[in-house]
């Protein structure tokens, strides 16, 4: 019979982590386990983590391959609406978190279409809602994913290589064209953060591993592209695990609602039951990812330590 390994993914524990004070009031399992387990730190986030774990091949390049999950073999940029924030000598970038609806969409799409004409481009919103741009040729540059650009300044993560300097440029025509534009005036007369910008990004080829995991839980959008790649199905969070290796990517954690009770829920519905199946020796290894942090590791010997 296959041993049974469980990795859970904890996305937003970071910041609860990062603040010593919280220390003493993490629910209980969620304390044992941290406080028996092996530790390692890694500041992977949650989208690089996903891609590690479901690709053949290693995921290292500045660049993560979003486009081929969501437009196949087509050549495609990913081209995300983002919000560029001046902040004194830095530019910082926030990526747009909420889905554009059918009509914000259009009018994005109408406002910018013209731009890419030279590049005998088409800019469109995906089914999935991510906004791509649709080429003949794929551009002979470096693109920095983004979400490693994320609440950073931007200086350190600009395109690189043969054809940069149009790209750059044509990113410059997006900023003045979105600055004053009808679009982004509906936007902030609704109190909408207005888009300045678009962050291209999603080059790359994409293989799937294969057989990687038996049992993969959770609702976030990339998880279910990646196991579809993988031709995995997604069971819901609650479902049983079967033997073999499971995955499990709970929801982010709010940290602008009450994040204590949302960790109290993890810790009875999740982590309570797999402490129990771990010092029972039905699960050999539990892992506790926390992206942007680093990786607990617990195995049935260590969980009953009296330390």
Not at 85 to 113: G, P, V
Request: charged fraction near 20%.
């Amino acid at each position: 019979m296959a041993k049974t390994t469980l990795t859970l993914i904890l996305p937003g524990l970071a910041n609860i982590l990062q603040q010593k004070i919280n220390a003493n009031i993490l629910p209980q399992a969620l304390k044992t386990i941290i406080k028996k387990s092996w530790f390692e730190a890694d500041d992977l986030n949650l989208t690089r983590l996903l891609f590690h774990y479901f690709s053949d091949t290693p995921v290292d390049a500045v660049d993560l391959p979003y486009a081929q999950l969501l437009n196949g073999k087509t050549p495609t940029l990913c081209a995300s609406p983002c919000y560029l924030h001046a902040d004194r000598d830095r530019l910082l970038l926030f990526a747009n978190e909420q889905i554009l609806s059918k009509t914000e969409a259009s009018d994005l799409i109408n406002e910018l279409q013209e731009l890419f004409e030279a590049f005998d481009a088409k800019l469109f919103q995906h089914q999935s809602g991510e906004f791509l741009l649709q080429l003949n040729t794929v551009p002979n540059i470096s693109f920095s994913a983004l979400a490693d650009v994320n609440g950073k300044s931007v200086s350190n993560f600009l395109p690189t290589g043969t054809d940069k300097v149009n790209w750059i440029r044509l990113w410059n025509e997006i900023q003045m064209k979105l600055y004053e534009s009808d679009f982004n005036q509906q936007r902030e007369s609704a109190s909408k953060i207005p888009i300045n910008s678009l962050w291209f990004w999603g080059i790359g080829e994409f293989i799937a591993k294969q057989n990687q995991w038996q049992s993969v839980q959770g609702k976030h959008p990339l998880l279910k592209q990646l196991a579809q790649a993988a031709a995995m199905p997604i069971d819901d969070i609650s479902s049983q695990l079967r033997s073999g290796r499971g995955l499990k990517v709970l929801d982010e954690l709010d940290l602008e609602a009450d994040w204590q009770q949302q960790l109290e829920q993890w810790d009875q519905e999740i982590l309570k039951p797999a402490l129990q199946q771990c010092r029972r020796a039905k699960i050999s290894r539990l892992e506790l990812i926390i992206p942007e942090y680093g990786r607990y590791e617990l195995i049935p010997l260590s969980s009953w330590k009296f330390w």
